[in-house]
Structure formats: structure tokens, C-alpha cells
Nanobody, 124 residues
Framework: QVELVESGGDSVQTGGSLRLSCAAS??????????MAWFRQAPGKEREFVAL????????LYADSVKGRFSISKNNAENTAFLQMNNLKAADTAVYYC???????????????WGRGTQVTVAP
């Protein structure tokens, strides 16, 4: 089972930037067939898809709400996925989770391995 650990969450002002990391370790690790994704959950709301990247090809997909502001990337050698978040808004405030799946999917039900999350707070 892979262990996913997120880091990089912080409190920033509107318009600021943050870079989240998701490090994978353990016997499961990240396979070439894997898809790594970021989801987020704001207080009182359902968890929602943010972005994903296919580990082998680097193909990406973004939620409409973050297109043009967020960028997902990866470092295969370090088994780490990243989420660069620019021009942050108060509406981006949430706990951000990374997840590993095997399907190119924005549905959280397709992801079986999850990190514990990292808090991002954007002050208006």
C-alpha cells in the first residue's frame, strides 16, 4: 500500500501563490500506469476534483474553476506530484488531498489511496 503525504499548505493573501507537494512512499509507490490527482474539500462542502496527471505521459486535466491558475506536475524520480497554485482566491480555501488511482478520472470513487491533506487558507 502506498503512503501519500501532502505538504506545502499555508495561509496566504488573495492573489498569492502556493506550491503543494505529494510524496509517495511505501511498497505500493507510483506506477507508470498510475494517475495522481488533487482534490479539495472546503468547510461544509463536498470534496471536489482539482487536477490530475497521468504518471506515464504527463497528460493533465483540470477543474474549470482552477484552469489557468493551477498547474499539476510530477517528478518521477522522486515519486512526487506537485500542485502550483497561483492567483489564489478566498474560494480556494480548503483542505487539499492527493490521491492515487489507475483511471484517468475526476471521480474520487476511482481513487483508492489518499493522503491526509494539507490546509490552504486564502484571506480575502
Amino acid at each position: 500500500q502506498v503512503e501519500l503525504v501532502e505538504s506545502g499548505g499555508d495561509s496566504v493573501q488573495t492573489g498569492g501563490s502556493l506550491r503543494l507537494s505529494c510524496a509517495a512512499s511505501g511498497p505500493g509507490r507510483i506506477y507508470s500506469s498510475s494517475v495522481m490527482a488533487w482534490f479539495r474539500q472546503a468547510p461544509g462542502k463536498e470534496r471536489e476534483f482539482v487536477a490530475l496527471i497521468r504518471w506515464s505521459s504527463g497528460t493533465t486535466l483540470y477543474a474549470d474553476s482552477v484552469k489557468g491558475r493551477f498547474s499539476i506536475s510530477k517528478n518521477n524520480a522522486e515519486n512526487t506530484a506537485f500542485l502550483q497554485m497561483n492567483n489564489l482566491k478566498a474560494a480556494d480555501t480548503a483542505v487539499y488531498y492527493c490521491a492515487r488511482g489507475s483511471q484517468y478520472s475526476s471521480d474520487q470513487r476511482d481513487y483508492r489511496s489518499w493522503g491526509r491533506g494539507t490546509q490552504v487558507t486564502v484571506a480575502p
